[in-house]
């Protein structure tokens, strides 16, 4: 398994494009709750 890369970048739209897909209106506060919540994941890109 050492031709595996070291990591690798996931491309994706983010929380506003998955927002969308939900029915019904989404609180901002829940918005920033989540977002916070994915800062906390120790992503270096959201």
């Known amino acids: 398994m050492s031709d ?3 990591s690798i970048e996931i491309h994706e739209e983010g929380p506003r ?3 969308q897909i939900e ?3 989404i609180s901002t506060g829940d ?3 989540f977002i916070d ?3 906390g994941t120790g992503l ?3």
């Open 44 to 46: 270096t890109e959201i």
């Open 4 to 6: 595996l890369p070291k």
């Open 17 to 19: 494009e998955g927002f």
């Open 23 to 25: 029915p019904g209106p």
């Open 31 to 33: 918005k920033i709750a």
């Open 37 to 39: 919540a994915l800062s």
